[in-house]
Nanobody
Framework: QVQLVESGGGLVQPGGSLRLSCAAS????????MGWYRQVPGKPRELVAS???????NYADSAKGRLTISRDNAKNTTSLQMDSLKPEDTAVYYC???????????????WGQGTLVTVSS
């Protein structure tokens, strides 16, 4: 199995910055995609940003220009640099990975426990 652990959430003022980190561990053969999703009560979980093992990125329109995703393939980690934060960014942020535990298995979806980001004055 694969475990994902997020860190870096907290309270920040509008216009401020935070950096979220996620570390994957366990029986990992390979990770194709790592990404960040966020969710607020009563609404579906939505993609914020994702990155493949080759470095291709995908961002939500609201994240472009402010949030930057990166990953370290050797360390099985991903980070989300969050700049110019807005109150609308307030949510629980979840780390996600599409990974396989062996060459004989297909890719499966794994999720972290979530970390709360609150943007408020």
């Amino acid at each position: 199995q694969v475990q994902l652990v997020e860190s870096g959430g907290g309270l920040v003022q509008p216009g401020g910055s935070l950096r979220l980190s996620c570390a994957a561990s366990g029986s990992i053969f390979s990770i194709y995609v790592m990404g960040w999703y966020r969710q607020v009560p009563g609404k579906p979980r939505e993609l914020v940003a994702s990155i493949t093992n080759s470095g291709s990125t995908n961002y939500a329109d609201s994240a472009k220009g402010r949030l930057t995703i990166s990953r370290d393939n050797a360390k099985n980690t991903t980070s989300l640099q969050m700049d110019s934060l807005k109150p609308e960014d307030t949510a629980v942020y979840y780390c996600h990975a599409s990974a396989r535990i062996s060459i004989h298995s297909g890719y499966r979806e794994f999720w972290g426990q979530g970390t709360l980001v609150t943007v408020s004055s």
